[in-house]
């Protein structure tokens, strides 16, 4: 008989060392330089937000007794215990929102209750709220929600009706007997629930988890990689990250895990799962919602990041993430990895990590994406929509055999000046094309932009959202031409930080080139070849003070290894114990796919083959780019014709939508009955 698992997590804890007075130092450290980036609310903030959930909860239950009053007609004498709760997850559950943050809540409502009362007469009542403002339901989502703000705090409301007659105060949501007969749109809406409590309670230090992931979430902010509905990873992605840290370190101090998360998450060997609990396929409720495993389901072998959630039933969180978005965040991850060593080394201060992103002077092309309308109303839902389809876009430029690398901005940006309009907002995608060395190259990105402009209308129109004056433009630009678009103060930011980032290069490639030739001489064949056979490599990154082994750690004795090796096995040891085979289920990003999932709302995301013929035998098909007539330029020439002319696929053959029939097709706004403005022509000569 196995004993019984004293530990949170599918593996042993790493370290069981407790933190030294110099982590508890850089911890204080690190809270103060949060501080000034809004990360903490005050008292009177907090009391604000308990007020506004207080009133929201006394909504929903008078609601809830006017249904079983006005449809069911029970008898009054019953309708008090019938209850009905709103509930908060994500951030604000985690404890870790920031100020002005939104507060995702859930309304569970008894079974006489059904979604369509919720989505009609509970709309209106929130309607007829005077502190209820910006009031807007999204009920053809893919989770349905109410979007609201009341009385200045933004509220996002799902709904979960459950299948018990009375629903009591103290309900456990992580109790799985509570999806027996429940349909897919509820058991989507209490996952958010279920997903958080559960993350609280597999973590072994809630206090340090907390600091921990407040950093990390503001780290990723200010780099622009927290956005899961533009390929990035979101708030539940990152706590799920940070957690997994937790269960391998629980006694250490938030600077400590820190500087761990990013040792093990640059290092970590993706399409590697991260899973903070085993997989569950089976339960004693006989429930068979499916559960994500790339053994058993093909589509999720195409996964480039998966972290799987951990409550029943687990799907993967990130399945928006791209061969770019991956790759930036990979490379921020170093960069975050460098700055903390630095900072433990006492060579750099923790307001070096939370410095902005210099998106506006990393790239020198840029494409504009613009969304627009007449109307406020109309504007919310627009910009909203607009931002969900932004991924399409950027999986339209990927397959582009000419781009290497597209990266969006996820932060838009308001109007810049009074001509541009009241209700308008940009989203920037910088654009790093493929070197050709000493040829001319000739990039049309037209059917690439007008195919996605034409999906996103043409999809607006069938949810019935498209109306008079909601527009999409998309151009290209220079990075010298951002001043038409990008406010000075964030142009200014951006080029402080590319500053900062250029100089701490510069001094690290000294130093990497110094370390290189010491660790050359100083380690034999012997530990050469054991590191480069590891899966993770963490040789260069670990600090002086050693963990203890896990040898040590199942023993109980508190001794510690100097051995770097030994770390490095144990870290390796992690990602190989997962229950998910790489090898086998698994596919590597960059081999070559039989077979994908159809749909203009796929996850599955496409490498580009750097192999003329193993792109033909693709099911993606890519041709030899049409060259242009060459002009004259330096670096880079637009060619933007302004009249009308039918767009030509010049380079890809796009597979067809099972879910919206042609809807990649540039000719399906012939069909539209609202105008749909056509984009120019954005031709591209590199030199």
């Not at 207080?54 to 009053?69: P, Q």
């Not at 790489?582 to 796929?602: L, V, W």
């Not at 014709?641 to 597979?655: G, M």
Request: charged share 25%; glycine share 4%.
């Amino acid at each position: 008989m196995e004993p019984t698992k004293s530990y949170p997590g599918i593996t042993s804890p790493i370290s069981l060392e407790g933190p030294k007075p110099l982590d508890l130092k850089l911890s204080e450290k690190m809270e103060e330089a949060m501080r000034p980036h809004g990360v903490f609310e005050s008292e009177a903030e907090m009391s604000h937000r308990m007020e506004v959930l207080h009133k929201i909860n006394t909504l929903v239950r008078e609601w809830i007794k006017d249904v079983s009053r006005q449809k069911n007609n029970y008898p009054e004498d019953k309708i008090d215990a019938f209850g009905g709760k709103v509930c908060t997850f994500g951030s604000y559950r985690l404890g870790v929102h920031t100020k002005g943050a939104d507060i995702d809540t859930l309304c569970v409502a008894p079974r006489h209750v059904d979604r369509s009362d919720f989505f009609s007469s509970f709309f209106e009542i929130l309607k007829n709220t005077p502190e209820v403002k910006d009031l807007r339901a999204v009920e053809e989502a893919f989770v349905p929600v109410i979007k609201m703000t009341f009385d200045g705090i933004e509220l996002d409301m799902l709904f979960a009706r459950l299948a018990l007659p009375q629903i009591p105060e103290d309900i456990d949501l992580r109790d799985e007997s509570l999806l027996k007969n429940l349909n897919e749109k509820c058991v989507r809406s209490l996952n958010g629930c279920r997903v958080t409590d559960e993350i609280l309670h597999l973590v072994p230090n809630q206090h340090s988890f907390r600091m921990t992931l407040r950093a990390i979430k503001l780290w990723a902010k200010k780099k622009g990689i927290y956005s899961n509905a533009l390929g990035f990873l979101g708030g539940v992605s990152w706590a799920m990250l940070v957690a997994r840290v937790c269960q391998l370190y629980p006694n250490a101090a938030p600077a400590t895990l820190l500087h761990k998360f990013f040792m093990i998450i640059h290092k970590w060997n993706w399409p590697q799962p991260v899973l903070l609990k085993p997989l569950v396929h089976e339960n004693k409720y006989n429930l068979s919602f499916p559960v994500w495993d790339p053994r058993v389901n093909t589509s999720d072998r195409f996964h480039l990041m998966p972290i799987i959630t951990p409550a029943y039933p687990q799907q993967n969180s990130t399945f928006n993430v791209t061969l770019s978005t991956r790759s930036i965040m990979t490379e921020e991850l170093k960069d975050g990895l460098e700055i903390v060593s630095k900072i433990f080394e006492g060579k750099e201060e923790w307001a070096a990590l939370f410095e902005p992103s210099n998106f506006f002077q990393k790239y020198k092309h840029y494409i504009v994406l613009t969304a627009s309308a007449e109307e406020e109303k109309d504007y919310l839902e627009w910009h909203g929509y607009v931002e969900s389809k932004i991924r399409l876009l950027v999986g339209n430029l990927e397959r582009n055999p000419c781009i290497k690398l597209a990266h969006v901005h996820p932060s838009p940006l308001g109007p810049l000046n009074e001509s541009d309009g009241e209700h308008l907002c940009r989203w920037f995608i910088g654009l790093t094309f493929v070197k050709i060395e000493n040829q001319n190259q000739n990039v049309d990105l037209t059917f690439d932009i007008q195919s996605f402009t034409n999906t996103v209308h043409k999809h607006a129109y069938h949810i019935n959202l498209m109306k008079d004056g909601m527009k999409v433009e998309i151009k290209h630009v220079k990075r010298r031409q951002l001043d038409l678009y990008v406010p000075q103060k964030v142009l200014l930011q951006s080029k402080k930080a590319a500053a900062a980032q250029e100089h701490r290069s510069s001094i690290g490639n000294a130093a990497k080139s110094e370390a290189s030739q010491t660790l050359h001489h100083s380690r034999s064949d012997t530990e050469l070849v054991r590191s480069n056979s590891m899966s993770v490599d963490l040789s260069e990154e670990i600090s002086q003070d050693a963990e203890s082994s896990r040898d040590s750690v199942k023993s109980g004795s508190g001794s510690s290894s100097t051995s770097k090796e030994a770390i490095n096995g144990d870290i390796r040891k992690v990602i190989s114990d997962s229950p998910v085979p790489t090898d086998s289920a698994m596919q590597s990003p960059n081999s070559k796919r039989e077979a994908s999932p159809t749909g203009s709302e796929s996850p599955v995301k496409r490498s580009r083959s750097q192999d003329d013929q193993a792109a033909i035998e693709s099911p993606m098909h890519v041709d030899e780019i049409t060259p242009l007539k060459e002009e004259e330029g330096s670096e880079a020439e637009v060619k933007e014709e302004s009249e009308e002319k039918p767009i030509v696929n010049q380079h890809v053959k796009r597979l067809p939508s099972a879910d919206v029939p042609d809807l990649m097709s540039p000719q399906t706004n012939q069909n539209l009955p609202v105008q749909v403005i056509p984009n120019k022509n954005i031709r591209l000569k590199l030199k």
